[in-house]
């Protein structure tokens, strides 16, 4: 038998059902007053998919929770998919923020921080560490305790990412690694002075943006 997937309003409930017991005995707890942020201060709406959101313990915040606006559908179409626009329901629990395209391959990056790639990935631009193409989005492999990636930018066969503390990660073609690497510690980059035909990232530099 198929089991539910357990929700942001599941947790909820069972907190305010142990918050009720407390020895203390304070005033019941509504359930339709508190709510679940993650990490990154992001409230989990019921309909996220919770799993992504648990990579660091969850908090209960008291009130009644924001509003959140529905999440932003991906749609692609082209070779190796559709004729037609047609939607990806993959994504629509997962909120993706951004995306970009290579050449047959696609990376998302999505409100949680989580990211995901499919495609083409005989380079290893997916950053699975591998170079099995895969036709369904699947999980890339960033360390966990990096930073939200902000931003995304595809090469024909390589990826670029921007975390929010500024800092570069790559994978792919002409890249470090087919696992995603900080780019500025990897052999790839080659800072000022290295060579005078080359000029890489000087240490400590903060990356606004990327394009590939």
Partial sequence: ARRAAVT?????????????NLPAGPAPLRPEDAHLVDRLGNVVAPGDCLELYCSAPLKVRLGPAPGKPPAAAVVEWGYKASVV????????????????????HVVAATESGAVFAW???AFGQLGTG??????????????GAIPKVGAVACGAHF???VTADNNLWS????????WPTAFAASWCN???GDDPKTVGLPPRAAILQASA
């Fill in 8 to 20: 942001s309003s599941d947790l909820v409930e069972a907190f305010c059902e142990r918050y009720a």
């Fill in 85 to 104: 626009p047609e939607r990806r329901p993959f994504f629509a629990d997962k909120r993706v923020e951004t995306l970009d395209c290579g050449w047959l």
């Fill in 119 to 121: 495609g083409e990935n």
């Fill in 130 to 143: 591998d170079e099995a193409a895969r036709p369904e989005p699947c999980r890339v492999a960033l360390p």
């Fill in 159 to 161: 990826t670029l990412a």
């Fill in 171 to 178: 994978w792919g073609r002409y890249q470090a690694s087919n």
């Fill in 190 to 192: 080659r800072v000022a």
